[in-house]
């Protein structure tokens, strides 16, 4: 069925107005689809990654390595959903890559938060159908993850201590979480 606005009526959650391709600092859940346990166990408080846990963690590491100016920092993964604070930066050094010149101030990226969330998702889910497919992996049903996710924008160095503590903690309370299935 095609998008008809008429019957259609999806309500954004992004911050009206906002630019998301603004140098700044981005706080990111992601969700499996159904909240559908993949990625490993929580057992005694500690977060147990599985073979395809273990590939959602190399591929968010991976992030800075394809897209310059977009920097990863705190990060869990979680048996059915990711925590992570992602970066966008500006291009920095490589904004002059053969090394002559200087650059005039930083680059923009080129790519905005919902860039990198998407592409993220995409290389996962690639990964993740390949090892379905050849190390017999959970398959799972129609996507992998869900179609949005939760952002938070980091505004000061509070909340950025919160949301760190909120992420290396996120397994010592997955019983109480409400992501936990």
């Known amino acids: 069925m095609a998008f008809n606005p008429d019957i259609h009526h999806r309500r954004s959650i992004r911050l009206r107005g906002y630019d ?7 706080f990111v859940t992601i969700c499996t689809q159904g909240r559908l346990c ?7 408080g500690v977060m147990n990654l599985n073979d395809s846990g273990k ?21 869990v993964v979680m ?9 966008l930066v ?33 290389m996962t889910t690639k990964k993740y159908t390949d090892g379905v497919k050849q190390n017999g992996w959970q398959p799972f049903p129609g996507k992998l993850w869900q179609r949005n996710y939760y952002e938070h924008i980091i505004r000061n160095d509070e909340a950025y201590l919160k949301i760190t503590e909120y992420t ?4 010592q309370r997955w019983k109480e979480d409400t992501y936990h299935v």
């Open 20 to 26: 998301y391709s603004q140098t700044r600092m981005y």
């Open 38 to 44: 993949v990625f490993g166990d929580v057992v005694d």
């Open 55 to 75: 590939m959602v963690l190399a591929t968010w590491d991976e992030i800075p390595a394809h897209y310059a100016g977009v920097e990863i920092d705190r990060f």
């Open 79 to 87: 048996p059915n959903h990711i925590h992570g604070v992602i970066t």
């Open 90 to 122: 500006g291009a920095g050094p490589r904004a002059c890559p053969d090394g002559v010149g200087q650059p005039q101030g930083v680059a923009p990226t080129g790519y905005s938060l919902s860039d990198v969330v998407h592409r993220f998702k995409t």
């Open 168 to 171: 290396q903690t996120n397994p």
